[in-house]
């Protein structure tokens, strides 16, 4: 995939993570409530997304159905390393402190980090 995708093409890209393949007209019915936006306006952002890669399209008929080229947790994880490399000189532990720092964790959000480092503790022994 090439280029960042945008808070808007997000928007389209959640619809398409969530339920696909989609028609334009179906995913711009999804977000219309949301973001007001028109057909035209959702037909652009899925050109662009195509453009990038990041969103493939198949014929049906005389319309197109779409569908993500790049999973939801593959796209996080390329998008999380990115940050820590800008921000934190790669390292994860700044990135979960600043984050911890910032909103703060709940109980839950503690353990499953204490159980995801148990998992990463026996996977390397």
Request: include cysteine.
């Amino acid at each position: 995939m090439s280029g960042q995708i945008t808070k808007a093409e997000f928007e389209i890209m959640h619809v398409l993570w969530d339920e696909s393949p989609m028609a334009a007209a179906d995913i711009a019915d999804k977000l219309a409530e949301d973001t007001g936006w028109s057909l035209k306006t959702v037909k652009t952002l899925i050109s662009r997304l195509v453009e990038k890669g990041a969103v493939a399209h198949e014929p049906d008929g005389r319309r197109y159905l779409y569908r993500p080229n790049v999973s939801r947790q593959s796209y996080a994880r390329g998008a999380t390393k990115k940050l820590a490399d800008q921000l934190f000189g790669g390292r994860a532990a700044p990135l979960v402190a600043h984050l911890a720092e910032g909103e703060g964790l709940c109980e839950d959000d503690i353990q499953d980090l204490e159980a995801l480092v148990k998992e990463l503790k026996r996977d390397s022994d």
